[in-house]
T-cell receptor, first 119, second 115 residues
Framework: KAGVTQTPRYLIKTRGQQVTLSCSPISGHRSVSWYQQTPGQGLQFLFEYFSETQRNKGNFPGRFSGRQFSNSRSEMNVSTLELGDSALYLC??????????????????FGEGSRLTVL | AQSVAQPEDQVNVAEGNPLTVKCTYSVSGNPYLFWYVQYPNRGLQFLLKYITGDNLVKGSYGFEAEFNKSQTSFHLKKPSALVSDSALYFCAVRAHAGSARQLTFGSGTQLTVLP
């Protein structure tokens, strides 16, 4: 079974631009979460989508947004890029979302990440 | 709020020696606990998890972790370290129920196994 696929793997943008990152979850997984990883802040939760609905959101400004499509693929968008947005953006999928109770242990399966550099 | 502390930024151990990477957590109610490993320029790989039951959990690549409820700890261990175990290790927690259902990660511990 193919793993979580993130594109692009690497990209360079300048301040003020916007960027869209894509994530294809493991087949059959309906929940997609996004995390930002930086040396200073570590791994920080951005948001989670399940069945095309945002179920959970971390403490990030409105410039960070996302969506999920009917095939469970997800995109995240960052507008008006700032230098501090340079990071590794990780997508993770799981069979069911965090809003469910029965049998949901929260185990996540991560992609290789998209490394964004803002100049 | 839930949180994870990994008190050591860096752990060095000689190949063949046992290794321990420490993790303590804070969460309301019973926890789900996880260990992940990250190699350079790669995503996180799942190692093991504690859900309930036996306090000693065995995972991938010979790793195990011991859940200690009274000390709110979930330390990662391996009896004999390999050079290839050198990587960044993350502990994570989430609550069984409630609003904070996403995984919260620790700051990570860089493990270096010396040949």
């Amino acid at each position: 079974k193919a793993g979580v696929t993130q594109t692009p793997r690497y990209l360079i943008k300048t301040r003020g631009q916007q960027v869209t990152l894509s994530c294809s979850p493991i087949s059959g997984h309906r929940s997609v979460s996004w995390y930002q990883q930086t040396p200073g802040q570590g791994l920080q939760f951005l948001f989670e989508y399940f069945s095309e609905t945002q179920r959970n959101k971390g403490n990030f400004p409105g410039r960070f947004s996302g969506r999920q499509f009917s095939n469970s693929r997800s995109e995240m968008n960052v507008s008006t890029l700032e230098l501090g947005d340079s990071a590794l953006y990780l997508c993770a999928s799981s069979p069911i979302g965090t809003g469910r109770t029965s049998g949901n242990t929260g185990e996540l399966f991560f992609g290789e990440g998209s490394r964004l550099t803002v100049l | 709020a839930q949180s994870v502390a990994q008190p050591e930024d860096q752990v060095n151990v000689a190949e063949g020696n046992p290794l321990t990477v420490k993790c303590t957590y804070s969460v309301s109610g019973n926890p789900y606990l996880f260990w992940y490993v990250q190699y350079p320029n790669r995503g996180l790989q799942f190692l093991l998890k504690y859900i309930t039951g036996d306090n000693l959990v065995k995972g991938s690549y010979g790793f195990e972790a011991e859940f200690n409820k009274s000390q709110t700890s979930f330390h990662l261990k391996k009896p004999s370290a390999l050079v290839s175990d050198s990587a960044l290790y993350f502990c994570a927690v989430r609550a069984h129920a409630g609003s904070a259902r996403q995984l919260t990660f620790g700051s990570g511990t860089q493990l270096t196994v010396l040949p």
